[in-house]
């Protein structure tokens, strides 16, 4: 139990996906001009993630590994994934529309995101188990949303705060990034 | 029509994934070759830097993984020109960012040759620096951090910022690597035939001229500690003392000491065998157990009084301290009761 | 010939993928922490996208529309596969520094981005001077990063070291916090030149399709 806590706490705060390893900043970038928006994309991502986790560590475990097939893990993980966001888009629409109008205009945006793909390859490198891979990617994920979720209101704020025309736009996004990531830093003592 | 359609897109689809399986698993084919024997190189180089002096390495399986946490991959028996020189060990265990892996070599007589950082994934200009070779700990005598360990023999100190020193705003990766050396170090010294508890008893019994397995089973009152194997030391046939080894749960592992105590209830000596926590084996320094030495059973032993914690081991400090508390109290009962 | 170099020169600097498009952005600041990393990452990514445009640009005619994505995603990944093992064969070093960035090469909007707009529409050359113009244009700015954060967190260039043993590397720049500042900085730089070249004309924003909502909802993206 207390291994997958440290699991959750590292990815979730220690090594944010995107503070500290710089993944999926597009979207970060991207999809946090609005509140709404940011948590949109952070749960599509989530859920989105621990699916693709749930599939793709079978998959390498019982099919690629007993037959030598390592070697198309980069190959048969982005084309699953790619799949199962094309399924769950389709799934969605059917069948409960609902979620489909508050997550569905964002799948289209996550076969790119690379923390997915990140995620699934981590579970690898990190020889996790099945659940400790689970709980890697939903405390990831949680943490992507954080992210997305501390710089979206921070631009709610920036839009009416004097910028030096120089930083204007996306270099003082960064900059803020970049303090908030200090903070971050600050959660390294948090595991010995 | 439309399902003609779909097959066709499907064919295509499954030409192009074929002809790209194909093509990689050829380029799999050719560079496998290279990284296995890259692999092969990197570690015969590693553990020749570690036994500069060894003619050749045999595979062996004589070391034994003594602590889930760190996986050992690899044991090679270093060989001189005369006989064996020691034993080189492959070990993985997690660091700040990811595992990592080292050869740690060992000598017969229980010094460490060399450590050699194959692998690690820390921050690159901080715990990556364990696996620098020009990033210094020590300037004056260009010592690279793994390179401080060669000499050290297994009984001294492995406390971070105490008696190795740490790299530069790492201390996570120099306390995971340092423990992950005196794991794996112990480890060879046990394999090698230097283990520490067949002589322990006498050690921590130093009054004792004999030192006998008591005829009776000594059990502790305190829930979770359990009590291992129970020894009685005699001098001249009178019972000055009766020493235990005794296992609980710490931290996140186990942990095992020997206690020795004498008839009127002083700690004569205590080791502290192995510590499975995380980080842990910091504690298995004999400056900490030393605290102990010559305190009464029954005044107070816990960190913070009387008993200071080793710093970054402060769990695993108070887990043992418990121990061999509860221990201590239930050899002193024991031998109270009489009959040993 | 004057067409294709306007091609290359157009990602190299005019429509520059970090700077201008702002895309592929992970990689950019997780492996700029020494100079080497910098250029092994660019000379990769550059690898992936060169063969991949060229790929889908000689087949461009034998790729139906409606599944033209998965074949792109197969494409890309078939490449970033082989430069993996290529590279953990031949650059060991390098590989392990660059960890999970190189698989990920895979999922880099630059490769996705300039397949779909433009090699899979344009001619053989067109889409192979593109590729390495965007490329390039890649690597130079990821140089431009690793320079400033290897020799102020680490006081050395390549390895070699450059400033005088005095100075205590400031690790703040290795650290992700300074990776963002380095970025922030160089973007700050980059915007404002161009902003007076432009001189007063506001540059039309360029619609990346991998990383924000396309604004018509006609999105046929997977």
């Known amino acids: ?192 | 029509m439309k399902r003609w359609q779909m097959m066709k897109l499907g064919l295509i689809l499954a030409v192009y994934t074929i002809v790209g399986c194909v093509g990689l698993a050829v380029v799999y084919n050719s560079t496998s070759k290279t990284i296995a024997q890259r692999q092969e190189a990197d570690l015969q180089a590693g553990l020749h830097e570690v036994f500069p002096k060894a003619t050749g390495f045999t595979p062996t399986d004589k070391v034994k993984p003594t602590n889930p946490k760190v996986i050992f991959d690899a044991a090679y028996m270093a060989n001189g020109p005369s006989g064996s020189l020691g034993i080189a060990l492959k070990v993985q265990g997690a660091s700040y960012g990811g595992l990592t892996t080292l050869i740690v070599g060992v000598s017969t007589d229980g010094t460490i040759t060399g450590v050699k950082v194959l692998e690690n994934k820390d921050t690159p200009g901080l715990g990556a620096n364990a696996a620098n070779p020009t990033y210094y700990v020590d300037k004056a005598t260009k010592t690279t951090f793994p390179g401080q360990f060669t000499g050290k023999k297994l009984t001294d100190g492995f406390v971070v910022k105490k008696d190795v020193i740490a790299i530069t705003s790492a201390t996570i990766t120099s306390r995971a690597i340092t423990n992950l050396v005196q794991v794996a170090g112990k480890a060879v010294s046990d394999a090698l035939g230097m283990g520490g508890s067949s002589q322990g008893s006498n050690a921590i019994l130093p009054s004792a001229d004999t030192v006998r397995t008591s005829s009776k089973p000594v059990t502790s009152s305190v829930p979770g500690v359990s009590i291992l194997e129970t020894s009685v030391g005699t001098r001249a046939g009178v019972i000055v003392g009766a020493s235990a080894k005794a296992k609980a749960k710490s931290y996140d592992g186990d942990v095992t000491v020997l206690v020795g105590v004498s008839t009127d209830g002083t700690i004569l000596g205590v080791q502290i065998v192995e510590c499975t926590d995380s980080l842990g084996s910091s504690i298995l320094a004999p400056a900490f157990a030393q605290q102990f030495v010559g305190k009464k059973v029954d005044t107070a032993l816990e960190i913070g009084r009387g008993i200071s914690a080793v710093s970054g081991a402060t769990r695993s400090s108070t887990g043992a301290t418990q121990l061999v508390k509860a221990t201590a109290e239930a050899l002193v009962k024991a031998l109270a009761g009489g009959g040993l | 010939m004057k067409r294709l170099f306007g091609v290359f020169v157009n990602g190299l600097i005019v429509e520059n993928a970090l700077f201008v498009i702002m895309i592929g952005l992970c990689s950019a600041m997780a492996v700029t922490t020494t100079v080497a990393n910098g250029i092994a990452m660019g000379v990769a990514l550059t690898f992936v996208l060169v063969m991949s445009e060229l790929i889908i640009s000689l087949f461009r005619n034998l790729i139906p529309e409606s599944i033209r994505m998965p074949i792109f995603l197969i494409v890309i990944a078939a490449f970033t596969t082989i430069m993996d093992l290529e590279m953990r064969a031949y650059f060991p070093a390098l590989s392990k520094s660059m960890g999970v960035f190189i698989p990920l090469v895979v999922v880099n909007c630059i490769v996705m981005g300039r397949v779909e707009a433009f090699s899979s529409k344009q001619p053989v050359g067109d889409a192979v001077a593109d590729g390495l113009g965007m490329g390039i244009g890649y690597t130079w700015v990821l140089v431009a990063l690793a320079v400033v954060r290897e020799l102020l967190g680490n006081g050395t260039l390549l390895g070699f070291q450059i400033m005088p043993s005095s100075f205590e590397p400031m690790i703040f720049f290795i650290l992700p916090p300074g990776g963002f500042l380095v970025f922030a900085l160089w973007m700050a730089a980059s915007n404002d030149l161009r902003r007076r070249l432009l001189a007063g004309r506001k540059p039309a924003p360029t619609q990346d399709s991998c990383c924000t909502l396309p604004d018509n909802s006609s999105a046929e993206k997977a």
């Open chain 1, 1 to 192: 139990m207390s291994d997958l806590i440290k699991i959750f706490v590292a990815a979730f705060l220690i090594n944010n996906i995107i503070l500290m390893r710089f993944i999926a900043l597009c979207s970060y970038i991207g999809m946090t001009s609005d509140v709404g928006q940011s948590v949109g994309m952070g749960l599509a991502v989530t859920f989105v993630t621990v699916m693709a986790s749930a599939v793709t560590w079978p998959i390498y475990y019982w099919i690629l590994k007993p037959n030598g097939l390592e070697f198309l893990e980069i190959l048969v993980f982005i084309v699953v994934i790619a799949a199962l966001v094309q399924l769950v888009e389709f799934y969605l629409r059917k069948s409960v529309p609902t979620l489909y109008h508050a997550m569905g205009i964002y799948l289209p945006l996550i076969t790119t995101n690379c923390a997915i793909l990140a995620v699934t390859f981590d579970q690898i490198t990190s020889n996790y188990n099945f659940v400790q891979s689970i709980v890697f990617a939903v405390a990831v994920s949680l943490g992507y949303l954080l992210a997305m979720l501390l710089l979206a209101g921070v631009r709610q704020r920036l839009k009416n705060s004097p910028v030096p025309s120089f930083m204007l736009d996306t270099p003082i996004l960064y900059l803020t990034t970049s303090i908030i990531a200090v903070a971050f830093m600050g959660f390294a003592g948090l595991i010995k």
